[in-house]
């Protein structure tokens, strides 16, 4: 096998395992291989000497998995105590919780009070200008026809 054929082997064993790190291990590779030539090997020895490329992708594969997460269990005292604070506490929480919720419904109302406050008074405005109106009109009527009997207004 000369270096050419190792080089591709490794880039094609490197991709099919999904090593992340594939183009520093093909440069290290391509490197160690020249350094050994120079340092008088011949290329058949050195590739020879260096274990296949499949073998190479498997270690860095299984050398960069991510390890598995142990999840640690808790202490039966621990738990207990955990337990424990938080029915204790759970009047606390409960109280707070609807303390936020009567804050948020009074900011709520207090924002729309205004408006509802200045319609509320526009709506009586219009209905009382209209009853006046009426009335103005019937007491207006009214003195009009008992002055006409009246002998001492004119």
């Known amino acids: 096998m000369t270096k050419n054929d190792f080089i591709k082997d490794l880039a094609a064993a490197l991709t099919s395992y999904g090593v992340s790190d594939a183009a520093n291990t093909i440069d290290y590779y391509d490197e160690l291989i020249d350094d050994r030539i120079e340092g008088g090997e011949t290329e058949a020895a050195v590739i020879a000497s260096l274990e296949t490329p499949h073998q190479i992708a498997s270690q860095l594969a299984d050398q960069f998995q991510p390890t598995q997460v142990q999840h640690k269990r808790m202490s039966?005292?621990?738990?207990v105590t955990l337990v424990v604070l938080l029915v204790l506490g759970s009047p606390l929480w409960g109280s707070l919780l609807l303390t936020v919720i009567?804050?948020?419904?009074?900011?709520y109302l207090l924002l729309w009070i205004g408006p509802f406050i200045g319609g509320t008074l526009a709506v009586a405005s219009i209905i009382g200008g209209a009853v006046s109106l009426v009335f103005f009109m019937f007491c207006h009527v009214k003195r009009r026809c008992s002055s006409r009997h009246d002998a001492t207004w004119y």
């Open 102 to 107: 009567v804050l948020l419904t009074v900011g």
């Open 76 to 79: 039966p005292v621990l738990l």
